[in-house]
């Protein structure tokens, strides 16, 4: 008989719960007000120190932009993750309800079939002191209940038989959600690497504001 991979199943539902995308974006530093006397510094937004070139601006703004594209595609992704991981929690407690079901009517069945093969024991323990019309019907009795029990017997192994299939398949399905739900916690880890790099290079620095609408420039017409 199969069996369902419980364990298995269990660790595939619980995998998304390990990391989730995040989704916000990195905070911009705080633009400073612009000047426009003509001895004036150039326009800088946030952060201190030596300002970034245009080129190390234009990097940390394609990272940015890289990094949110990457954190929108995985909320699509993580919906996707989290239904699968909830159409087979419903299936699991399916299953389970089915397995109980299937030993309450294994418990009845055998004691249905002792039944029967009891009173078989119990005709042919009696049969020479029965008259022999009273033996035929006591035999005719148990043929009637033994023909009634078994469709029940066949169709109680056709639905254990049916099960195993429907099993095979669930646990087809756990392998495939595990990979799925590793291969998401690897990408969110990795989109949370890049954006604490990003942090790192670009957040705490400043930068030309006239480069900025120049890049944006470049961009809008690609």
């Known amino acids: ?64 932009q890289k990094n949110e ?47 029967v093969k009891a009173f078989g024991a119990e005709i042919e323990a009696g049969a020479s002191k029965m008259e022999k019309a009273e033996l035929k019907a006591k035999q005719e009795e148990y043929q009637a209940r033994a023909n009634a029990l078994q469709p029940k017997i066949d169709a109680f192994n056709k639905a254990r038989n049916d099960r195993v299939e429907v099993n095979k398949a669930f646990n087809v399905r756990v392998d495939a959600h595990q990979k799925v739900a590793d291969d998401f916690n690897e990408a969110v880890e990795d989109l949370n690497d890049k954006r604490n790099d990003w942090k790192f290079k670009c957040a705490s620095r400043s930068y030309d504001e006239a480069d900025e609408i120049a890049i944006k420039k470049e961009q809008n017409k690609k």
């Open 1 to 64: 008989m199969n069996t369902l991979r419980t364990s298995l199943a269990v660790a595939a539902l619980l995998a998304c719960g390990l990391a989730s995308a995040q989704t916000s974006a990195p905070a911009k530093p705080a633009a400073k007000p612009a000047t426009s006397t003509p001895a004036a510094a150039p326009v800088t937004k946030g952060g201190k120190g030596k300002l970034m070139t245009r080129d190390e601006l234009r990097t940390c703004m394609a990272a940015n």
């Open 69 to 115: 594209e990457t954190a929108a595609e995985l909320d699509k992704q993580k919906a996707v993750v989290l239904k699968e991981r909830d159409d087979l929690k419903a299936s699991k407690a399916e299953s389970d309800k089915f397995e109980a079901d299937m030993q309450a009517q294994g418990t009845a069945l055998k004691a249905e079939i002792d039944g």
